[in-house]
């Protein structure tokens, strides 16, 4: 999460429009963007409030107007996360996200590294990501 946001910060600073969705159950890939704030996530949201929601209910402006999203995850013990993340990203294009009229340069999908269902590959299944790379440090627990 700390790599995906100092690389979208980066390419804000260079004027990029740049949209990041965390698709991490820990709802943490946008903090550093949002200057420390917690988001509330897509599907706390639609859990409160039902599905009639607007595009500005799930994502937030961070640092340099960077659109901020976070998928969450089900309640504990309760369902998969990686379905919370097919969920999150088809409201997303519901709602208008990636519209060509947001002129996206760059969308970065956060995800957690011990990918356990298919549910989190799912931005690279159905094509929604043209590139992948896979962040990990010298640690023996790092992959």
Do not use: W
């Amino acid at each position: 999460s700390t790599t995906t946001q100092n690389t979208v910060a980066g390419l804000a600073e260079m004027g990029r429009k740049v949209m990041v969705v965390g698709c991490d159950p820990k709802a943490d890939s946008t903090r550093l963007l949002l200057h420390g704030l917690a988001q509330r996530t897509v599907l706390d949201t639609l859990r409160d409030e039902g599905e009639d929601i607007e595009l500005e209910d799930v994502m937030k402006k961070g640092f340099k107007n960077t659109s901020c999203v976070e998928s969450g995850g089900p309640e504990p013990g309760v369902g998969c996360a990686g379905r919370g993340i097919i969920t999150s990203i088809n409201l997303l294009e519901q709602l208008g996200a990636y519209d060509d009229d947001k002129q996206l340069d760059y969308v970065f999908y956060d995800v957690l590294g011990d990918v356990v269902c298919g549910g989190f590959a799912m931005p690279i299944r159905d094509g929604k990501a043209q590139e992948v790379y896979i962040v990990c440090s010298g640690e023996m627990m790092a992959m």
